[in-house]
């Protein structure tokens, strides 16, 4: 069965940071790009970063820059993001989504993680 | 970076009547265009992408047109299954981005 299993939702202190999975089956993991989407409570989805599974390259939004590491293991078929300095404006849920080399649609999304920001 | 704008905001249509949604980029981004629908506590389906062309399993009631900077969501009958919001997203470069979507209701 094709799909993104994403690790479970978490409860982290301001200034922690977040390290979400995203394990891919059913398909050959290195063939397609991982991106990383978040949505906060009520509003709208936002792209965060991607990675290339077959080459390490990664590319971030702006806003993310210094703060976000997204990494693969191609031995398990998992991709990585972390992020750091986390405030309660990155409570959201975290999706990751699967994207052709030639193209930049995501035909595949996980379930999304809950990331929680609370002291 | 490119902003998207969708409008309305909300669309309220009547079962069996067509629903018409639009997605407006602020540069050009040729035909990179895809739309998602998403139900509440759910991820994103894809619909359609390359601004036209239906994802695997989408139903032929939805539509895509546009190219540029005008793109068009249709949906020929409205089906109950249907009321979701939809949101489109462009890469037609970096980085990507969403528009902030149209919530679809049943009048």
């Known amino acids: 069965q094709v799909q993104l299993v994403q690790s479970g939702a978490e409860v982290k202190m301001p200034g922690a940071s977040v390290k979400v999975s995203c394990k891919a089956s059913?398909?050959?993991?290195?063939?397609?790009?991982i991106h990383w989407v978040r949505q906060a409570p009520g509003q709208g989805l936002e792209w965060m970063g991607r990675?290339?599974?077959?080459?390490?390259?990664?590319n971030f939004a702006q806003q993310f820059q210094g703060r976000i590491t997204v990494t693969r293991d191609t031995s398990i078929s998992t991709a990585y993001m972390e992020l750091s300095g986390l405030t309660s404006g990155d409570t959201a849920v975290y999706f990751c989504?699967?994207?052709?080399?030639?193209?930049?649609?995501?035909?595949?999304w996980g379930r999304g993680s809950l990331v929680t920001v609370s002291s | 970076e490119i902003v998207m704008t969708q409008s309305p905001a909300t669309l309220s249509v009547s079962p069996g009547e067509r629903a018409t949604l639009s997605c407006r980029a602020s540069?050009?981004?040729?035909?990179?265009l895809a739309w998602y629908q998403q139900k509440p506590g759910q991820a994103p389906r894809l619909l359609i992408y390359f601004a036209s062309t239906r994802a695997t399993g989408i139903p032929a009631r939805f539509s895509g047109s546009g190219s540029g900077t005008e793109f068009t969501l249709t949906i020929s009958s409205l089906q109950s299954e249907d009321v979701a919001v939809y949101c489109c997203q462009h890469y037609g470069g970096w980085p990507r981005t969403f528009g902030q979507g149209t919530k679809v209701e049943i009048k």
């Open positions: 059913g398909y050959t993991f290195t063939n397609y790009y």
């Open positions: 989504a699967r994207a052709v080399i030639h193209g930049g649609h995501f035909d595949l």
């Open positions: 540069q050009s981004i040729s035909n990179n």
């Open positions: 990675i290339n599974p077959d080459t390490d390259v990664t």
